[in-house]
């Protein structure tokens, strides 16, 4: 602020002073020695003649007056003089200079994690320049730039990401600056960098990337194909990789990974990457002849191009072939008999080729009919005879063997024995997971097992045989039906039409779930499996009780068929054991062949 005051006589009105100077005035006051005036006139007017002259007036009894309403930054000559009614002093003057004014209107675009441009009204009065200061709220070191006076923005630099910064922008001309104007911003979050996609299968995929710089509570996760929905994720702000699971296979994938505050959310860093393919599944061999065998499979998800087929012995015979892509199924040829074949089948998109899946098999003997026998009857067939142990696959499926006793001579042969009594070496009370399961040495006394009684029977018709000896006389009886229901019924029994020399014992027991002395499944009052000590498809309670207490000869509670030797008798040998019902015919069969 610069001021100057002359008088050409002795004044009336002296000592004019200038005070609390701002961008758009200024405080005048002044003193004088007499209360003669009717009033005090003020001119105010811009030394450059910009503007035109301003007039102002104060009573007589104040001494000081405010000014506003002048341009900033702007020098203004001052004239004050006192009036009565007919005359007026000599005039007072002064020089003062208003304040520069701060920009206003100040506001942010193109905010990005590192740069921000800040935007403000120039005034009215000309600038020499701005200088622009900015420094994180929470603290650190000030940059400061400056621009020109002639420019309204200007671009903020080096910024760090998701941090609020505080920005004041202040007008300079000469030695004189203006207020700050200040305003706040916030940058955005940095993107994750680096985002990598690594052990990729058909399946899964693990996604990997580098931290944002800027503090974040966490990341979303977002990857998609073209025929699924996109999934989303949420992952820590401390995490870097994730595991990306329940892919679609041979799939291509575009992958976003956001960072994450609870008010802002960065620009995506963006990856792609393409599934493995799957590879085939269910891979088996069927109709195993001595010279051939027929694979079947089931195709992967992912679209491909062929199939690459591989088999070999353990003697180093290996062949490969390629198939179609559409190829579900291929035959086998030329193979020795009697001879493990290890396969490995392998689908192949373009560049991408698949796991591969893998099984063996047996050719049969030259004669043999069944690879895969799935009972006594089947195993006789392959030329077998001689009764003992062997090794039947339930339903034909190769991976269900189970080992069984074959009866291969009684009646034609061909029969699975599921029970023997014939010393009493063997506890036959036991429970119900034991009667499920099975027990015994099958060289002796045993059980085959509810578990597998059902499963053999459920894959075929069956008929039952029961084998009586007793002190030299024999007795048998037959029936042309034997099923074993479902678990959850208990495994309920099912008989058909009686024939034989033994009597029909067991009809009585047709129908009945079996019992234990731990699972009454009977229908009388008392407990039969437990007042009997035994197991077996009690009614009330029984007509047949071969699991009983073996020798006890007291009413009901030994080796019992009621029709042969009665209630008070535990008979010495008894065998249960089944066969297809239809073997007679294979027999047949075989022999015209």
Known sequence: VS????TEAE?????LFVSDV?????????????DLFDRFVIKVRDSKRLAHPQEFSARSDKRTKVITGLMSGTEYEIELYGVTVDQRSQPITAVAQTALSAPKGLHFTEVTDSTARVHWSRPD????????????????IPLSMTADGSVSEILLINMLPGKAYQVTVTALKGLEESEPSSGSVTTALDSPRGVTVDNITDTSALLLWKPCVATVEGYVITYSTESASPVMEHVSGNTVEFEMNSLLPGSLYSVEVNGLTETQKSTPAVTEFTTGVDPPRDLKADNIQPDSAVLTWKPPHAAITSYTLTFFTAVGVNREVTLSPTASSYTMT??????????????????????YVTTTFSTSKAGQVFAWPRDCAQILLNGETASGLYTIYIGGDDTQPLQVYCDMTTDGGGWIVFLRRQNGKLEFFRNWKSYTAGFGNMNDEFWLGLSNLHKITSSGQYELRVDLRDKGASAYAQYDGF?????RTRYKLYLGAYSGTAGDSMTYHNGRPFSTYDNDNDIAVTNCALSYKGAF????CHRVNLMGKYGDNSHSKGINWF?????????????MKIRPSNVKNFERRKKQS
Do not use: C
């Not at 030329?334 to 796991?355: C, D, F, G, H, N």
């Open 563 to 575: 029709h042969w030797k009665g209630h008070e008798h535990s008979i010495e040998f008894a065998e």
């Open 3 to 6: 001021l100057s005051a002359s």
């Open 334 to 355: 030329q193979l020795t008999a009697s001879t493990e074949y290890s396969v490995r089948l392998q689908a192949i998109a373009a560049a991408k080729r698949s796991r």
């Open 483 to 487: 099923t074993i229901a479902e678990p």
């Open 11 to 15: 004044p009336e009105v002296e000592h």
């Open 125 to 140: 009065f000309d600038i020499e320049k701005y200088r622009i200061t900015y420094m994180p709220q929470e603290g650190g």
């Open 537 to 540: 498809w009690y009614k009330n």
């Open 22 to 34: 701002t961008a758009d005035g200024f405080r005048l006051s002044w003193t004088t020695d007499h």
